[in-house]
Antibody
């Protein structure tokens, strides 16, 4: 099982961004894939999850409307997207394979560092 | 809102046993499974305990998890401490339609 994420991003406030997570070694359409934020020096926050089979996306309340989670099952890839970045979006974003709806994370991606600065 | 509270830091000597607590502020911690994740400096997290007390393949049996309904808390116990266990540890569960992580505990092995 591998989750390989896209590379480091440096953006300006107001920019849009879409980062990716490509899964391999497992049936991508039959597991939830989640995104976890870690702000600098802070803890982990599960932003939301998606079921690639039917693109059913669920968000943690604090992230609803702030980001969009999507997936393209034809290429085993999940995405996390912002339409207008803020400096407070700076952090490391991990994708994860989730076994249960309760958030049991089995495998983690390597993380994508996003820096938003003017 | 459901929250999980962990001690900010703990420290113990090599070879000893340490227990990290994770206390729920409402409801019953037994209502949903608790997971524990280890994050070494500069690395992605890894899962050390799933579903309250299950060890994923490859996790040494020095790691164990438990639930105490009387204190509404979960615990991660690491025995025979090694310097490689020095890391941040996070508990995680699901309640009130939210996925919740504890704030994390920094374990120092010295």
């Amino acid at each position: 099982v591998q989750l390989v994420q896209s590379g480091t991003e440096v953006k300006k406030p107001g920019d849009s961004l879409k980062i990716s997570c490509k899964g391999s070694g497992f049936s991508f359409t039959t597991y939830w894939i989640g995104w976890v934020r870690q702000m600098p020096g802070k803890g982990l926050e599960l932003m939301g999850i998606i079921y690639p089979y039917d693109s059913d996306a669920r968000y943690n309340p604090s992230f609803q409307g702030q980001v969009t989670i999507s997936a393209d099952k034809s290429i085993n890839t999940a995405y996390l997207q912002w339409s207008s970045l803020k400096a407070s979006d700076t952090g490391i974003y991990y994708c994860a394979r989730i076994l249960t709806f309760g958030g049991l994370i089995e495998y983690w991606g390597q993380g994508t560092l996003v820096t938003v600065s003017s | 809102n459901f929250m999980l509270t962990q001690p900010h830091s703990v420290s113990e000597s090599p070879g000893k046993t340490v227990t990290i607590s994770c206390t729920g502020n409402s409801g019953s911690i037994a209502s949903n499974y608790v997971q524990w994740y280890q994050q070494r400096p500069g690395s992605a997290p890894t899962t050390v305990i799933s579903e309250n007390n299950q060890r994923p393949s490859g996790v040494p049996d020095r790691f164990s998890g438990s639930i105490d309904t009387s204190s509404n808390s979960a615990s991660l116990t690491i025995s025979g401490l090694k310097t490689e266990d020095e890391a941040d540890y996070y508990c995680q569960s699901f309640a009130d339609n939210s996925w919740v992580f504890g704030g994390g505990t920094k374990l120092t092995v010295l």
